[in-house]
């Protein structure tokens, strides 16, 4: 009953327009109750199942935002894609694909049987084990300095100083020891080549960096901007960074469901399992949202819904 006609593609319409649509798809997804707060990081779970926020920021600066935008949330597995692009930068194309893959492994984000059965390799930079991965080779000698240089990139994509909520770091420090197994299994194939775990800590420190979805709707927007920042006019990575981000997004971003929302929504888009979504329509808008509730894959179900609205009545779908 919810599916729209797609728009045309083409031009995106006046302003006063998205913020009218940017409405209707809130209060249309509202109404969709299901989903299940993640749990398996324990602080997660107190967050406010009815928590819901949408932002359009579009590739000139203006914004278009509606409900709790301004919410802060623990960013999670949506830190990936923006650590990916960092790294991508160091390493260039050749190597980011051989070492970290753009492939989806088809199973849950944090499978250790995709690692086995792909002898050591972490298949691509969205699921945990590629994510890990990615993190090690972050620029900087020490944990400390690939910390920092994780937490300015990250900002700088969002156009403001990102901090730690130290309370979602320590919750899934105390509870992470699937991740400590990934990055030391990882690290048995030679896969990571620092200390895994201090790699994991950088990494739990990363996801719990504290964005609102109008944070991810700008960094989205930088993405879909070529890499230059809309709102600060600074670039953050190149444009060739950009793209090889959003063909990975488009293939793994929403984990084992990438497929389904690509048929339905056509946009590149990464989840996160604190409620987060950021979609990408290059050269046009990025879009956040933020609401709990999440579908058995760890995406948040608020969010898919009204971002599949937008790009519909948008005219964003790239295909
Ligand atoms: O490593 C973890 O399990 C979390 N820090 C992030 C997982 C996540 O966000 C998966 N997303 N949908």
């Known amino acids: 009953a919810d599916v ?18 940017v409405a209707a798809a809130h209060r249309r997804a509202s109404s969709h109750g299901d989903g299940v707060v993640a749990d398996y990081i324990p602080i997660l779970a107190e967050a406010d199942p009815e928590a819901f926020g949408v932002c359009v920021a579009d590739v000139d600066g203006g914004l278009h935002e509606i409900g709790d935008t301004r919410v802060p949330f623990s960013i999670q597995s949506i830190s990936k894609a923006f650590v990916y692009a960092l790294v991508c930068d160091a390493l260039g194309h050749e190597q980011a694909f051989d070492v970290i893959g753009v492939n989806n ?4 984000f944090n499978s250790v049987v995709a690692i086995e059965l792909n002898d050591g390799h972490p298949m691509n930079p969205m699921v945990n084990a590629g994510a890990l991965a990615a993190t090690a080779l972050v620029p900087g000698g020490t944990a400390e300095d690939k910390w920092e240089a994780v937490r300015s990139g990250l900002s700088r994509f969002a156009g403001r ?10 919750s899934e420090a105390e509870t992470n020891h699937r991740n400590r197994a990934i990055a030391q299994l990882l690290e048995s194939y030679g896969r990571i080549r620092v200390d895994p775990l201090e790699v994991v800590d950088v990494y739990t420190r990363q996801c719990a960096l504290l964005v609102d979805a109008r944070d991810l709707a700008v960094m989205g927007a930088t993405l879909a901007d070529g890499g230059v920042n809309p709102l600060t006019g600074e670039r953050v990575v190149s444009a060739s960074v950009c793209r090889d981000l959003l063909a990975v997004l488009a293939a793994t971003g929403l984990y084992e469901r990438s497929g389904e929302w690509l048929f339905e929504i056509g946009l590149p888009g990464k989840s996160g399992v604190a409620g987060g979504l950021v979609t990408v329509a290059p050269g046009k808008v990025g879009i956040g949202t933020y609401s709990p509730p999440l579908d058995s894959a760890g995406n948040s179900v608020r969010g898919q819904v009204a971002t599949a609205y937008l790009s519909r009545a ?6």
């Open 105 to 108: 492994t088809g199973l849950p």
């Open 314 to 319: 948008l005219g964003l779908n790239i295909f």
């Open 4 to 21: 729209e006609q797609h728009a045309a593609t083409g031009p995106l319409p006046p302003g006063d327009r998205i913020d009218e649509l």
């Open 161 to 170: 100083e990102l901090v730690v909520d130290e309370d979602v770091y320590r």
